[in-house]
């Protein structure tokens, strides 16, 4: 089975490459892995995406796909299991054990937060426990928050929630912090930010929605409840890349390298656009944006190739 463009991904940035590919007269296969839809499927209002006011992440991702599907890019609901990328047309095989071969590959398997796999983290998700303070914290005005983590992205998220909340916990299994020091001298003497050291959250207490944290002392074993509206997981970031190593060039995150103005990859016709290749700024937006950049580069390509 031979297609033109081929997508891997159904987050906003697969969506959105396809929409342009197909647009281009490119026949356009889009695999869309087990989570259709992408990571926004796992939340329930998004007000930060132009356009819609507030909407949920489903309802978005519904509404990505619909116009995908008229344009006539053809959906595969399968997961790709491995790449050859050696020589053009490149190999995509799947799970279902189906070869595909494409004159032009764009990569969008995005990526997935790290959850502390804490008891009741699962069930407030949504509910007062998130992993992104961009996307959820104008939620928490005038209210009591926590952000777990030691980080770079923790101290941001921490400096970030306190323009919004009243109170911020950050709560670190270490006695030091990990994350730059211009970050932690911001942190270290913000008046609305207080810090739980050695401390780590065993369990996500509350009844609906989150109300409460169970911390356990590292060094004393001590527990202590701390009441929270709520909780912001920063432990860290994971590019879906495991089929891509030795076939592309990847950052020492594991994130796939490109040019930032042609989501080129390493290797001349694969591209990659959204969180797959984003280690700094992981919106919808910007995932949604880089997928037109990949489409249009792919297009490119193609053409120059013919
Ligand atoms: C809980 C939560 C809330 C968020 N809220 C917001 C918000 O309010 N506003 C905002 O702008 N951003 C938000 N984000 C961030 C936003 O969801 C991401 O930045 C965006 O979804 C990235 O898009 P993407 O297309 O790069 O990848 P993703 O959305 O991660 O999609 C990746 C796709 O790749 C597929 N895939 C992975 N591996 C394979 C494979 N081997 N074969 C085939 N397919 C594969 C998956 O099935 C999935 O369809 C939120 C994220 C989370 C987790």
Redesign the pocket.
């Known amino acids: 089975m031979h297609t033109r463009v081929l997508i891997?991904?159904?987050?906003?940035?697969?969506?959105?490459a396809g929409i342009y590919t197909a647009r281009a007269g490119l026949e356009t296969v889009l695999?869309?892995?087990?989570?259709?839809?992408?990571?926004?499927?796992?939340?329930h209002?998004?007000?930060?995406?132009p356009g819609f006011t507030r909407i949920s992440?489903i309802d978005l991702m519904a509404s990505f796909q619909k116009q995908a599907e008229s344009v006539g890019v053809q959906l595969k609901y399968?997961?790709?299991?491995s790449v050859d990328f050696s020589k053009r047309p490149f190999k995509i095989k799947?799970e279902m054990n189906r070869t595909w071969t494409a004159d032009a590959v764009i990569i969008?398997?995005?990526?997935?937060?790290k959850w502390l796999e804490a008891k009741g983290e699962e069930k407030y998700?949504?509910h007062g426990v998130?992993?992104?303070a961009?996307?959820?914290g104008f939620f928490y005005r005038g209210k009591s928050v926590a952000v777990i983590g030691g980080g770079s992205s923790a101290v941001y998220e921490a400096l970030y929630l306190a323009q919004i909340a009243d109170k911020v916990t950050l709560i670190h299994r270490r006695d030091e912090l990990r994350a730059e020091k211009h970050l932690q001298n911001q942190l270290l003497v913000h008046p609305k930010i207080s810090i739980r050291w050695d401390s780590e959250v065993v369990e996500f207490l509350g009844e609906q929605q989150l109300n409460a944290l169970k911390i356990k002392n590292a060094k004393t074993g001590d527990e202590s409840v701390l009441p929270i509206d709520g909780a912001f997981v920063a432990i860290g970031n994971r590019p879906?890349t495991?089929?891509f190593k030795g076939q592309l060039d990847l950052s020492k995150d594991g994130y796939i390298k490109t040019h930032k103005s042609t989501c080129a990859t390493s290797v001349e016709g694969v591209f990659a656009?959204?969180?797959?290749q984003?280690d700094t700024y992981?919106?919808?937006?910007?995932?949604?944006g880089?997928?037109c950049v990949a489409a249009l580069s792919a297009e490119k390509f193609l053409l120059e190739k013919k």
């Open positions: 891997i991904g159904s987050g906003p940035a697969g969506y959105t695999m869309t892995g087990h989570m259709a839809g992408g990571q926004l499927m796992l939340t209002e998004v007000e930060n995406y992440g399968e997961m790709v299991k799947t969008a398997t995005g990526s997935s937060a998700r949504g998130s992993i992104c961009t996307c959820d879906n495991e089929i656009c959204g969180d797959v984003e992981r919106q919808a937006i910007i995932a949604a880089n997928g």
